[in-house]
């Protein structure tokens, strides 16, 4: 267990639908990073909050938004869902933003399925 | 801009060395090394920052030349525990930067 939560594991939906992802992040990080790993793919780097506040943005889609809240938890929520979208959604959690000596822990990842 | 990896695959018997590289064309602040087993998360293995130095994990070890923008990991004397895909995470120089880009990753299987 690397402390990062995610849920759910695995969720099955049709295309047109809108789907949650949930992620808490280790204990003591203020960090959070959503990414997205498809087939054969490396790890796409969709967006990024510290301690509540969007620091950074990759190439996330307009169909998809996120927040951390005072919890320090977080949600991606992805909307109008094309079967393109199914692959392999990760949190990742760190300490502090930017240039820092800390890596990230990973959670297990959320296996998204677009029908 | 993504990093590129080299090489993309690698098998290796039990016992043999390998080296992984990593490259950018921009200045970089720091590069981050993960390894993902199938179907598991990537996990950290090593940070390397600016200064050109050199680290170590058991019988992995990492080195990073800013200049050449380049990172390589080496395994050595690699076990069957060694095999999965690499990725090396960069983090550009520069205020305000926060977003670590990863390569392609470079897939590592050990035989016996």
């Known amino acids: 267990d690397s402390g990062v939560t995610q849920t759910p594991k695995h969720l099955i939906t049709a295309t047109g639908q809108r789907v949650t992802l949930r992620c808490s992040p280790r204990?003591?990080?203020?960090?959070v990073y959503w990414y997205q790993q498809s087939l054969d793919q490396g790890l796409q780097f969709l967006i990024q909050y510290y301690n509540g506040e969007e620091r950074a943005k990759g190439n996330i889609l307009e169909r998809f938004s996120a927040q951390q809240f005072p919890d320090l938890h977080s949600e991606l929520n992805l909307s109008s869902l094309e079967l393109g979208d199914s692959a392999l959604y990760f949190c990742?959690?760190?300490?502090?933003?930017?240039?820092?000596?800390?890596?990230?822990?990973f959670g297990s990842g959320t296996r998204l399925t677009v029908v | 801009q993504q990093p590129v990896q080299s090489p993309q695959a690698v098998i290796l018997r039990e016992g043999e060395d390998a080296v992984i590289n990593c490259s950018s064309s921009?200045?970089?602040?720091?590069v981050h090394w993960y390894r993902q087993k199938h179907g598991e998360a990537p996990v950290f293995l090593m940070i390397?920052?600016?200064?050109?130095e050199q680290k170590g994990h058991e019988k992995i070890s990492a080195s990073f030349n800013e200049k050449k923008q380049q990172s390589s990991l080496y395994l050595t004397a690699s076990q069957l525990s060694y095999s999965g895909t690499y990725f090396c995470g960069l983090l550009e120089s520069g205020a305000g930067s926060y977003q670590l880009t990863f390569g392609k990753g470079t897939k590592l299987s050990v035989i016996p």
């Open positions: 390397l920052l600016k200064g050109g």
């Open positions: 204990s003591g990080d203020l960090s």
């Open positions: 990742a959690s760190s300490p502090f933003v930017g240039q820092s000596n800390y890596g990230y822990t």
């Open positions: 921009k200045a970089l602040y720091s």
